[in-house]
């Protein structure tokens, strides 16, 4: 099993980024996820649970590696 299955809830996942330098966005059915200067980076889509493989994506464009964005969410 991952060790990202264990760190999946939403509001944690968006105060990691927010941890790690980024800016959260509201948008409709999803958060916008920014960085320091503004640019797009991913979105977040509303929901409790984020799905592993959907939270790996989301990772893999904010350019946080699973070791990093574990260390932010504890």
Same mark, same amino acid.
């Given at each position: 099993?991952?060790?990202? &299955? $264990? ?6 996942v968006?105060? &990691? ?9 509201s948008?409709?059915?999803?958060q916008?996820? @920014?960085d &320091?200067?503004? $640019? ?5 889509p ?5 799905? @592993?493989?959907?939270?790996? &994506?989301?990772?893999?464009? @904010? ?12």
């Amino acid at each position: 099993m991952s060790r990202l &299955a $264990n760190a999946n809830k939403q509001a944690k996942v968006i105060k &990691a980024l927010k941890r790690a330098g980024f800016q959260i966005r509201s948008g409709g059915k999803h958060q916008i996820v @920014v960085d &320091a200067e503004g $640019n797009f980076r991913s979105t977040i889509p509303r929901a409790k649970e984020l799905n @592993v493989y959907t939270l790996r &994506a989301i990772l893999k464009q @904010v350019g946080l590696s699973e070791k990093e964005f574990l260390a932010l969410y504890r």
